[in-house]
């Protein structure tokens, strides 16, 4: 009973982690399309130089 319950448990490690690195690189997608748009749509500064679109 308890190899069985030691299957169950990794299977269940195993298909949470899947999942949450799956979800992971959905956000690291929609992370890299928003900082490419901000390279893209960056504003120009008064010298009429592009300046960083960060604050940091």
Do not use: D, Q
Not at 32 to 45: D, E, N
Not at 50 to 55: E, L, N, S, T
Request: glycine letters at 12%.
């Amino acid at each position: 009973m308890v190899p069985l319950l030691l299957v169950l448990l990794l299977a269940l490690l195993l298909f949470g982690a899947g999942f949450a690195l799956k979800a992971l690189w959905w956000v690291a997608i929609v992370v890299l399309v928003v900082w490419l748009l901000g390279f893209v749509a960056r504003g120009t500064g008064a010298s009429g130089s592009r300046g960083r679109w960060y604050r940091w």
